[in-house]
């Protein structure tokens, strides 16, 4: 039996992504094997398409590292889900394919009254930012939050679980729109990076105090401002580096303010770890998606065999919210 599946032919830009044949996978002990209804679209997966990031070993080279679907086999020893359940699953890769095998730990009851796509959009960037905004950083009710790439999938998430928690937000942007679309989701700061300096901005808006916790996914001389726009103690989570390592950093001003600047990854984290985060996240976030308070912000969608285009959108940088694969049915709502 054979599925289509998304290769990266060598690194390279987008066009190396092409669609080919490949065996269905069979789940192995613990894990459930899911048709595949959407895969969401993530920075790593582009990092991974370039050459730059390697799948953790023994995992599918496939990329995609979230999808939503049904269950439709289980492994040995799996018995959290039935066959016909529809989940979502946060996935050391492989998600970009027809069928997908998943640690039954790193899956969740897909929440009621989302569809595919939604769903589809939720584990990568909340288990990130739960992980690192709320678990390293202790995010707190009554603080203020500074998140960088405020459009982005991570930003949009990040903006929404800080405001559901009780945090005030700041965010920053590229364009106009972006902040527009950024406020709408909870944020009471949008900054313009091309036009405004966003430590002098964060510093007027918080009375000189500067931001409690901020989350950066640019580093390069964001470093160092986010030294000079973080409060005394204040927290910053690295949760990428999209402009390359650290320029000119003078770390007198982490000492002085007795900053902790931390960070991780998701993707080489163990099974048991992602379980962790997953169960923390059905008990204090999956009530909040079911109830309406949250929900993923979808920019695009693009069938399966055109993740070549899919990954040229989020290169471009347009896009506010969240990038998703379908495939088979994966428009359909699932039933509230």
Not at 143 to 153: D, K
Request: net charge neutral; glycine share 10%; with cysteine.
């Amino acid at each position: 039996m054979t599925m289509q599946a998304i290769d990266i032919q060598r690194p390279g830009g987008p066009e190396v992504l092409v669609p080919a044949s490949h065996p269905i996978p069979r789940p192995a002990l613990g894990e459930v094997l899911v048709k595949v209804g959407a895969a969401g679209i993530n920075r790593p997966d582009v990092l991974q398409r370039r050459g730059l990031y390697s799948p953790p070993t023994g995992a599918s080279a496939i990329p995609g590292l979230e999808i939503a679907g049904e269950v439709v086999e289980l492994g040995a020893g799996a018995g959290r889900f039935q066959v016909g359940d529809p989940v979502c699953a946060l996935v050391p890769g492989g998600g970009y394919a027809e069928y997908c095998v998943v640690h039954e730990s790193n899956a969740l009851p897909m929440p009621l009254g989302l569809s595919l796509v939604e769903a589809a959009a939720v584990p990568e960037t909340f288990f990130t930012v739960w992980a690192n905004l709320f678990q390293r950083a202790k995010l707190k009710a009554g603080e203020t939050v500074l998140i960088h790439g405020g459009a982005s999938g991570i930003g949009t998430t990040a903006t929404m679980l800080s405001k559901a928690f009780g945090a005030t937000v700041a965010v920053t942007v590229g364009s106009e729109e972006k902040g527009l679309a950024c406020l709408s989701l909870g944020a009471s700061l949008a900054i313009n990076y091309h036009t405004q300096d966003f430590v002098e901005e964060v510093k007027k808006f918080t009375d000189g105090k500067g931001a409690d916790v901020v989350v950066d996914i640019i580093a390069g001389d964001y470093v160092a401002r986010n030294y000079q726009a973080a409060a005394l103690n204040g927290r910053i989570v690295q949760i990428g580096v999209q402009n390359g390592p650290a320029r000119e950093l003078n770390l007198m001003t982490m000492l002085s303010k007795r900053l902790t600047h931390t960070g991780s990854t998701l993707r080489s984290r163990s099974v048991a770890e992602k379980a962790q985060l997953a169960r923390e996240l059905e008990r204090q976030v999956w009530p909040l998606l079911e109830q309406g308070k949250i929900r993923p912000k979808i920019f695009r969608t693009f069938r399966l065999e055109h993740a070549a285009d899919a990954h040229a959108l989020m290169e471009s940088g347009v896009h506010v919210g969240k990038i998703v694969l379908t495939i088979s049915t994966a428009q359909a709502d699932r039933p509230s």
